[in-house]
């Protein structure tokens, strides 16, 4: 495996649905070979640790994991309306010494964003880290 991502995509579902979302993508990325880490997210959004290998690209593993869990959550009806994440995605590598922060940040969302919202820290990530978006 080479180095780890740490990929955030968005959503919109009723939270009673998303643990058993999370579950479904683990078991699906297990199956198409995806080391999915750790997964979790919060009321608009999803994080993943995934760890890639040498014949696997980001854009590749984002696309088969967002069609399938929309496919996925559309066919068993998890949100009124025909569910779909956004186009874009945001990703980072992170470093070994990192692994087990990013894993404790993943897994303590739902703590995390009752004191600041998703908008207010990516937009201090991308002032702190200097990214031009």
Known sequence: ??????????????????????????EYATEKGIF????????DHCHCLISLSSNQNIEKIVQLIKGES????????????KFSWQDEYFAVSVSESMVDSVRNYIKNQ???HQKKSFSDEYREFIEKYSFKI
Not at 36 to 43: A, E, H, P, R
Not at 70 to 81: A, C, F, Q, R, T
């Open 110 to 112: 739902e703590k995390h």
């Open 36 to 43: 999915l880490d750790m997964i979790n997210g919060y009321s």
């Open 70 to 81: 929309s496919h996925w959550i559309n066919k068993n009806d998890l949100v009124k309306g």
């Open 1 to 26: 495996m080479s180095f780890l991502q740490e990929i955030e995509i968005h959503f919109s579902i009723h939270l009673t649905y998303v643990l058993r979302s999370w579950k479904h993508i683990k």
